[in-house]
């Protein structure tokens, strides 16, 4: 006997906001199946706002409304049972970040938390995971937003230590991290990972995913660092322009995807990291299987 649930997760990230809906299979005797339904994703850049000026704009906040409004009609539609919607780095750091939260609630009827970066980090690690942690190996997990990155580092199939830093793909683009917090960066994932031999990366976000994508490899085999650099080299060599027309990114990936990698490069550097994993997992699916399993 197959029982079917609908659950829905809102991502409201720097760079863009996300409504995905999952199908959760039960069978007795057998571990639930999460079967991606819909996944809506919409281009508003709040981090642009809140790292510049420090507010939500009313432009991005009436935007945010409408996108609210159809992802509501959107889970109606779709039957959808229990959701669960997150805001980050922007709306974190957005000193009316509450205001357009209450504003959401009022207009659109969506019911939005603010979490900060210790929480995004559990709720993304809580995912797949398992499944490719190979519990005699050290993994280093780095994911990538546009105002923040999570690393936390696994070994022997457990978490040993997490952080979260300001350095993100929007907040590159805007030169707003100095030299100081990436000297943190590599402080912290050197002390971290000195203990431990042939470490290797998993690569979260978009961008990392794009990348994979791009390289048309199996979803269990890893990119290179050599791969890696290259193809950083190569996204550097042309426009933003030729980025959008002839490897055919969106016109809000074509730019920050450099930044992204950049990031990459430096934790497989710092790390010693030759090989990085890009499984498909992000904030969104982490919020559902969160949910399902009563973590939040």
């Keep these: 006997m197959i029982k079917i649930k609908k659950y829905a997760a809102i991502d409201i990230g720097s760079n863009a906001m996300r409504l995905l809906v999952v199908n ?26 809140a790292f510049t000026v420090g507010e939500i704009s009313k432009e991005n906040s009436d935007r945010m409304v409408d996108a609210m409004k159809a ?38 009827d969506i ?13 993304i690690a809580s995912t797949d995971l398992h499944h490719l942690l190979k519990t005699d190996k050290t993994y280093l997990f780095v994911d990538v937003g546009g105002g923040s990155t999570e690393f936390t580092l696994f070994s022997d199939g457990k978490i040993v230590n997490s952080r979260s830093f300001k350095v993100g793909t929007v907040r590159l683009l805007n030169n707003m991290v100095c030299d100081v917090v990436w000297e943190e960066i590599e402080k912290w994932i050197k002390s971290n990972t000195a203990d431990f031999d042939e470490i290797s990366l998993i690569g ?8 994979f994508k791009m390289s048309g490899k199996m979803q ?54 030759r090989n990085i994993y890009v499984p498909k997992i992000g904030l ?3 919020i559902v299987k969160a949910m399902y399993f009563n973590k939040i």
């Design 284 to 286: 969104s699916d982490g």
């Design 24 to 49: 959760i299979v039960e069978q007795e005797g057998k571990e639930p199946q999460f079967n991606k339904s819909a996944l809506v994703r919409v281009p508003i850049r709040l981090g642009q706002d």
């Design 220 to 273: 269990d085999k890893p990119m290179s660092y050599l791969y890696i650099n290259s193809q950083y080299a190569f996204l550097n060599s042309l426009t933003y322009n030729q980025r959008i027309s002839e490897l055919g990114l969106n016109p809000d990936r074509a730019d920050v995807i450099i930044p992204a990698v950049r990031i990459y490069l430096n934790a497989m550097k710092w790390s010693g990291s």
């Design 71 to 108: 992802f509501n009609l959107l889970m109606k539609v779709h039957k959808v049972e229990a959701y669960k919607a997150f805001a980050t780095s922007a709306m974190r750091e957005a000193y009316n970040g509450k205001e357009v939260v209450a504003l959401i609630k009022k207009k659109a």
């Design 204 to 211: 979260s976000g978009g961008n990392i995913n794009k990348l």
């Design 111 to 123: 019911k939005i938390e603010i979490i900060d970066g210790k929480k995004e980090a559990a709720i």
